[in-house]
């Protein structure tokens, strides 16, 4: 009997206190997760880090608040002092960092809007607390009898971490720095680049493509001036038009970011010619294979700087955040990237990077698996009437610019985005898989990932003009294929779209 079954909304996927992802089983509960309908949103144990504080966190900043005498105040704990000092200037007066806090804090009195620039940012940075530190925090103040207990790596979990990662990219552990996030790999990234850049009188960011949204929003709110400095490039197979662009902008231009293949249309540039030209242009190329993992694309040969979530595929399980910058010792950017980039990074904490290094081993065999997962369910999904269009790493526009770079003729990820004939409510409510933000994990998942990601695109008619105009269909299904057999995977697709 399969083990695929509804997840009831609001439980954490999986069910610990440190997962990544959480149940929100219908259409209903989608949307009023984004309209923060009180319904819904009270039975959410958890959520996504970047996007909902984590219950650790409110629980250790209630803590810190009683300690501080400021009951009634907002607080938001930060990955370090220096990301706090960071934030603190971003939000501005009256926001100030908790002086003597027992962890990197910056309190305001309440105000919805003071909180909303705070969580936005903590969010695009990826500079929030880990939930492991504030566990662990709750603990020696005596909120907690114990840690949730889990297995952690026993040796050198760093030296495991960066050796494992090293060598899925074909490099030296030096070259590899961690990020307690992948969101703050790029923003680190980022801010290296610009600073190298700037100096020569390079300030312009250009994104390829349609890319994951809160890259767009470093694009879109940390260049230096975004009306000038934040440029489009919307079409990633349109190398010419880049050129162009290149030339028009005569020397202006900084860097690239392109995700290699796109979230969530799985599409994929012609790398070695994207960065060709880049190389040829002065400019900087910031790729982040992400989607399908470097197990499964070679992409530092034909990248700068390289930016990968951790979370996914690496952190199988589901249950840790972390993120690594990954430099190409090749790229005459190197030296003084290498220079620059640690300082842009923020600390990872311990106790995460043992939970990972416990996982990251069996990376190569959960790959394997999903891969070959995924060629079933797209051979499925491809035949069945109902399905209006599907995208995955092997879609026709971009096949041929895959393989040029894909490890193996198997090597396809576990992404497929795909739309169905019908109201999109009757088939996500009825499909017996596990609904949820995230991908790369052991355990399938599944979202409207339009809704989840841009539902102010979605709910205008202003927005859906955008998604149009870039090839997104607002009801665009991201399902992430995981280790469960594949027949039980398809079988549960099968009786939705029934």
């Given at each position: 009997m399969s083990s695929l079954k509804h997840i009831p909304l609001g439980q954490r996927i999986p069910d610990r206190l440190h997962a990544v992802s959480c149940s929100l089983p219908t259409m209903r509960a989608v949307v009023g997760y984004e309209e923060k309908h009180a319904e819904i949103t009270s039975q959410l144990t958890s959520g996504y880090p970047r996007f909902v504080v984590h219950p650790l966190l409110r629980a250790a900043g209630e803590q810190l608040l009683a300690a501080a005498g400021l009951a009634g105040h907002d607080i938001w704990?930060?990955?370090?002092?220096?990301?706090?000092?960071?934030?603190?200037?971003?939000?501005?007066?009256?926001?100030r960092v908790l002086d003597g806090a027992a962890l990197p804090a910056v309190v305001h009195p309440a105000d919805e809007g003071l909180s909303t620039?705070?969580?936005?940012?903590?969010?695009?940075?990826?500079?929030?607390?880990?939930?492991?530190?504030?566990?662990d925090h709750l603990v020696r103040a005596g909120r907690l009898r114990a840690a949730e207990h889990e297995v952690l790596f026993a040796g050198?979990?760093?030296?495991?971490?960066?050796?494992?990662?090293?060598?899925?990219?074909?490099t030296t552990p030096d070259n590899v720095l961690l990020a307690p996030t992948g969101m703050n790999a790029i923003h680190g990234a980022l801010r290296a680049g610009a600073s190298i850049q700037r100096a020569a009188g390079r300030?312009?960011?250009?994104?390829l493509g349609w890319l994951y949204l809160d890259t767009i929003a470093l694009l879109e709110k940390f260049t230096a001036a975004t009306a000038d400095d934040y440029l489009h490039h919307d079409d990633v197979f349109d190398l010419d038009g880049l050129r162009a662009l290149f030339e028009r902008e005569a020397g202006r231009v900084a860097g690239v970011v392109a995700e290699v293949p796109t979230n969530p249309l799985i599409q994929t540039p012609d790398l070695p010619a994207l960065h060709a030209l880049c190389r040829?242009?002065?400019?900087?190329?910031v790729v982040d294979p992400t989607i399908t993992s470097p197990l499964n694309v070679d992409v530092l040969p034909h990248a700068d700087l390289v930016v990968n979530s951790l979370t996914k595929y690496t952190a199988s399980e589901g249950d840790v955040i972390l993120g690594a910058a990954i430099l190409n010792p090749a790229s005459p950017f190197a030296p003084a990237l290498r220079a620059v980039l640690a300082g842009c990074l923020e600390p990872v904490y311990p106790r995460d990077l043992a939970r990972l290094a416990a996982q990251i081993g069996d990376t190569p065999r959960v790959i394997a698996t999903i891969n070959r997962n995924t060629a079933a369910v797209v051979a499925f999904l491809e035949k069945h009437p109902r399905?209006?269009?599907l995208h995955w790493a092997l879609h026709p526009e971009s096949r041929d610019n895959y393989q040029r770079i894909a490890r193996s003729p198997q090597s396809v990820g576990s992404m497929i985005s795909f739309t169905v004939d019908g109201p999109l409510a009757g088939f996500y409510d009825r499909l017996r898989l596990p609904k949820g933000p995230?991908?790369?994990?052991?355990?399938?998942?599944?979202?409207?990932?339009?809704?989840?990601?841009?539902?102010?695109?979605?709910?205008?008619?202003?927005?859906?003009?955008?998604?149009?105009?870039?090839?997104?269909?607002p009801d665009l299904l991201r399902l992430s294929v995981g280790c469960e057999p594949a027949d039980d995977i398809i079988a549960a697709l099968a009786e939705a779209l029934d």
């Open positions: 704990l930060a990955s370090s002092a220096a990301a706090a000092r960071a934030l603190a200037d971003h939000v501005g007066a009256p926001a620039k705070a969580k936005k940012y903590l969010q695009h940075t990826g500079t929030f607390l880990s939930s492991r530190e504030a566990e050198d979990a760093r030296a495991e971490v960066l050796g494992r990662v090293a060598g899925f990219y074909g300030t312009k960011w250009v994104q040829e242009h002065g400019v900087i190329l399905v209006t269009s995230s991908f790369g994990l052991k355990s399938s998942l599944i979202c409207p990932f339009i809704y989840l990601a841009h539902y102010d695109l979605v709910t205008s008619d202003d927005g859906r003009a955008v998604l149009a105009a870039n090839g997104i269909d």
